[in-house]
């Protein structure tokens, strides 16, 4: 197997032969990717931004989001939702809207994806993880802004377009290309490989070719972390720390909450075959397939204090010696706690300070396959035919279980520095293997071990087929005619299984003690104490769950199956005049939606039901482009779009047993349409180079929120009906605005630089009854994802033998999501990223790329109505540093 390298193209100088016998000189490099990108922006007569696979090879870009990060109006996040950075950026939105109402297509088609973390599993279903798509194998992305009626339907914001490369796109017959390289991942000190490879040919009448491409990608991931957020809970009058703390009562204080350290081996593998079939100019088929697999096995080893929950009403706790506790009440915080652990408590027995839960997936995986069949023929002169059919299949399918261990009651103490600073916890015996305290329901047996978790596989497969015309007229001023029809049907369903304590689990003397190990030194760099506590090594763990637990018992309460076919048409006509040009048209869609889950019934126990749902859009589009001069191009766009809401929104269900609260699903949820206006001007003042400012609005009629409710659902731990307080989605309205400016210049001597800039104003504007924009008191009606200000600057140089790039992204702070009880907001974040190449002769290359380099913190803080800002998490990744060597034949 060859391994592919994008990046050393961009060095590469290339004689070919002409037919009158002289040399073309054929120059790629960073500064011809930057002239083609920018060509391609220029003769669109939409909204659109274009990076090439010159752009993507020539930054440590390993997969496709980290390319689109750096382009205006487009905002990314290292997770699929709430559970922090991995370190690679895995979703992508446009103009400050949440992920799923960002279209991704490849090549033009639908693609499913999969998740590998349980919570996106059960909640996601539409946003496509890009950790599953390797930048060596794009062609070209196309980011489209605004909308026309020929674009598949389901981004309200707009569409991104994944391009892989063509067999028949190449100049020469035969080609191939490798990249054979490490990855070393400063927090977990491993070095592992990174293998790439394409092999391209085509016959000499370029009526034939086909195209291998293969990737195999390791990355040891090491993440230091806290996480506060597990559980803030308000003091109860009358308890201990109410008598105990002025102003307590009331107070938000910390019932859990610790240190959190992740471990993860990611290892992404597939590969891609192309097969074109061109036997005249009237007549093409192309047959793609593509399969890429993420193996994320992984552990989160989770130290946390647990003072404020033992001293809650549901313990007795009345009589636990007021004078070994004092503390003090900030804005409606606990901000700090301490407390003793008096001789001759007697409750004390019964209580834990701390405990120590491991968390394993020993399986952890996502999957995206795709087989497309496209086909063109050109009936007459006017008339040409366009067709696509194809399957598409993801995965998501995670086995997680806990070890679960409660420690004596040592008592300690915390204290709040800050909301974008780590908590200071401090547990006696932290550093110490010792086990006792609360009886988790194992009698007789004081700190018992515990578990729980469950096997979760999301199916997702959509069948689709579409035809597609172009007709070409005899008016001058409409050249062009285009029309189209396409079936679709989606289907996504959703098996949970539950993990079952087998005899001996509760016994701590089957505890895998030669599995005993500490937390690294990575904390410090994170500012918050935990080297050196004890937890278990994932191997023991996961080798005391195969021996104690089970999975067997499905949850029927988890589980659901959707059925979603829709049909489309449109009809879509280019016109244009000298310096003038656009299209218009309108594209009709019908989606039926039919949504089956368990529920419980009268009689108690759990019940399918079915809910069917339809409608229809029709989503019209206009588009101008005026050449003011010859340098100069104005653009106007409106449009109406539509997303159907994320699968998960509308059937899945997360419940949080202890807490007694939950997210689920609302069958009933309406599509979020966009009606959305683009103003715009491009002044292309010199070769290479771009100064533009584009504003932009769009009414969201259905976006959805989330309000307050109650439901009865089985609570696995209490093992019977309860009522939960539940978030739950439901539609309203919203609104985003805002101004994109951007500027690139090639510069004399090789150099060049590049910079923009994108203000985003998004809300909530439909108080709906139960939200948080709702509200009575202190209404929060900000949108999910929006930052106000995101930026991007970058500078590079490049000449025949050598290369650098840098560059510094930055977004400010954004809601990540929303529950019932309280909001989580992350805070602002800025990463730096850079890359050198140096071109040793016309075959081989070597690079070496920075990701990371600033060690970001990603942190996130708690927002809940008469408190302070509560520090959520706090996450460190550290740097990654890629070494490569490449080859071209």
């Given at each position: ?165 063509k067999p028949l796109d190449f100049k020469k017959s035969f080609n191939a290309q490798a990249s054979i390289g490490l990855v070393n991942s400063s927090n977990s000190g491993k070095s592992d490989p990174q293998i790439n490879g394409l092999v391209a040919w085509k016959n000499d009448t370029s009526t034939m070719g086909v195209l291998v491409q293969a990737f195999h990608e390791k990355r040891t991931l090491s993440r230091a972390g806290q996480e506060n957020q597990i559980w803030w809970d308000k003091v109860d009058a009358g308890t201990p720390i109410a008598n105990a703390v002025p102003g307590a009562a009331g107070a938000v204080t910390s019932y859990l909450g610790g240190t959190a350290w992740f471990e993860q081996v990611r290892t992404r593998e597939g590969g891609l075959i192309d097969l074109q079939f061109k036997p005249s100019k009237d007549f093409s088929l192309d ?502 200000n995101a930026y991007n600057l970058g500078a590079f140089y490049e000449n025949d033998k050598f290369s650098a790039r840098i560059t510094y992204s930055y977004r400010s702070g954004f809601l990540n999501g929303t529950s019932r009880n309280s909001a989580a907001f992350q805070n602002e974040i800025g990463t730096l990223s850079a890359s050198l190449a140096y071109q040793i002769n016309d075959t081989f290359s070597i690079t070496l790329d920075g990701k990371d380099l600033n060690n970001p913190l990603v942190s996130s803080v708690w927002k809940t109505p008469g408190a302070a800002d509560l520090p959520a998490s706090l996450y460190k990744n550290g740097r990654q540093i890629y070494l490569s060597l490449h080859a071209k034949m």
């Amino acid at each position: 197997m060859l391994v592919m390298s994008v990046a050393m193209q961009a060095q590469a100088q290339e004689a070919t032969k002409t037919e009158a016998g002289t040399q073309e000189i054929v120059v790629t490099g960073i500064r011809a990717s930057l002239q083609q990108s920018l060509n391609q922006k220029r003769n669109a007569d939409t909204y659109v931004e274009v990076i090439t696979a010159e752009d993507i090879g020539k930054m440590p870009d390993k997969n496709v989001a980290d390319s689109l990060q750096r382009i205006p109006g487009v905002s990314v996040a290292a997770a699929g939702g709430g559970e922090g950075s991995f370190g690679e950026n895995d979703r992508v939105a446009l103009r400050g809207t949440p992920f799923g109402l960002t279209l991704t297509t490849l090549n033009g088609h639908s693609v499913s994806s999969g998740d590998w973390f349980a919570d996106n599993i059960v909640g996601g279903g539409r946003s496509v993880s890009f950790s599953l798509f390797p930048s060596e194998l794009i062609g070209r992305v196309t980011v489209h802004k605004g909308s026309q009626a020929s674009l598949l339907e389901g981004g309200a914001e707009g569409v991104v377009d994944i391009e892989t490369r063509k067999p028949l796109d190449f100049k020469k017959s035969f080609n191939a290309q490798a990249s054979i390289g490490l990855v070393n991942s400063s927090n977990s000190g491993k070095s592992d490989p990174q293998i790439n490879g394409l092999v391209a040919w085509k016959n000499d009448t370029s009526t034939m070719g086909v195209l291998v491409q293969a990737f195999h990608e390791k990355r040891t991931l090491s993440r230091a972390g806290q996480e506060n957020q597990i559980w803030w809970d308000k003091v109860d009058a009358g308890t201990p720390i109410a008598n105990a703390v002025p102003g307590a009562a009331g107070a938000v204080t910390s019932y859990l909450g610790g240190t959190a350290w992740f471990e993860q081996v990611r290892t992404r593998e597939g590969g891609l075959i192309d097969l074109q079939f061109k036997p005249s100019k009237d007549f093409s088929l192309d047959l793609t397939a593509f399969h890429s697999h993420l193996d994320a096995p992984n552990v989160n080893h989770n130290f946390m204090q647990s003072l404020g929950r033992f001293l809650a009403p549901s313990w007795g706790t009345n009589g636990y010696p007021a004078g070994a506790i004092s503390g003090s009440v900030n804005q409606g915080v606990v901000s700090n706690l301490t407390v003793a652990n008096p001789a001759g408590c007697v409750p004390c027995a019964g209580y834990s300070s701390a405990v120590q839960e491991i968390f394993s997936r020993p399986v952890a995986e996502s999957q995206s396959d795709f087989l497309n069949l496209d086909g063109s023929f050109r009936v007459n002169d006017n008339l040409t035919l366009n067709g696509k059919i194809g399957s598409t299949k993801g995965l998501g399918n995670t086995v997680s279980g806990a070890m679960g261990i409660w420690m004596p009651w040592t008592g300690g103490s915390y204290t709040v520095n800050g909301s974008d600073k780590a908590v200071t916890y401090v547990t006696p015996g932290a550093d110490k293997f010792s086990i006792g305290g609360f009886n988790n329901g194992a009698p007789g047996t004081p700190g018992a071990p515990y578990t729980y978790g469950s096997h979760v596989t999301a199916n997702d497969k959509e069948d689709y087929a579409q035809l597609d015309g172009i007709y070409k007229t005899n008016l001058a001023s409409i050249p062009t005619v285009k029309f189209g029809l396409r079936a679709a049907n989606h289907k996504r369903d959703l098996s949970s299984i539950g993990n079952n304590a087998l005899p001996g689990l509760s016994d701590a003397a089957n505890l895998p003690m030669s599995g005993l190990t500490a937390f690294p030194s990575i904390f410090s760099d994170l500012g918050a104490n935990g080297a050196g506590y004890w937890t278990f090594s994932q191997g023991a763990v996961n080798a005391w769950l195969a021996k104690y637990t089970s999975y067997t018992g499905h949850l029927l309460q988890n589980e659901f199956s959707i059925k979603e076919p829709t049909q489309s048409a449109y009809a879509m006509a280019d016109f244009g005049s000298e310096g003038f040009s656009g299209n218009f048209g309108v594209r009709v869609v019908r989606t039926s939606e039919e949504v089956t889950r368990n529920e419980i019934g009268a009689s108690g126990s759990f019940e399918p039901r079915t809910y069917k749902n339809s409608y229809t859009d029709f989503l019209p589009s206009a588009n101008f482009r005026l050449d003011v001069t010859k340098d100069l191009v104005a653009r106007f766009g409106v449009s109406r779009t539509m997303a159907r809401p994320e699968l998960g929104q509308m059937a899945g269900l997360d419940l949080r047993d202890v807490q007694g609260t939950g997210n689920g699903g609302n069958p009933n949820l309406k599509p979020i349409r966009a009606n959305t206006v683009d103003l715009g001007v491009e002044w292309y003042f010199a070769p290479k180079s771009m100064l533009s400012a584009d504003a932009f609005f769009s009414a969201l009629d259905g976006y959805v929120t989330y309000g307050a409710s109650s439901g009865t659902f089985y609570n696995q731990i209490q093992k019977k009906n309860t009522v939960y307080a539940m978030s739950t989605p439901i539609n309203t309205q919203a609104e985003v605005k805002g101004l994109e400016l951007a500027y690139v210049q090639s510069l004399a001597g090789g150099f060049g630089v590049n910079a923009n800039y994108t203000y985003t104003l998004g809300k909530e504007t439909g108080q709906a009854p139960g939200s948080k924009c709702g509200a009575l008191v202190a209404p929060d009606c900000t949108l999910i994802g929006t930052s106000k200000n995101a930026y991007n600057l970058g500078a590079f140089y490049e000449n025949d033998k050598f290369s650098a790039r840098i560059t510094y992204s930055y977004r400010s702070g954004f809601l990540n999501g929303t529950s019932r009880n309280s909001a989580a907001f992350q805070n602002e974040i800025g990463t730096l990223s850079a890359s050198l190449a140096y071109q040793i002769n016309d075959t081989f290359s070597i690079t070496l790329d920075g990701k990371d380099l600033n060690n970001p913190l990603v942190s996130s803080v708690w927002k809940t109505p008469g408190a302070a800002d509560l520090p959520a998490s706090l996450y460190k990744n550290g740097r990654q540093i890629y070494l490569s060597l490449h080859a071209k034949m």
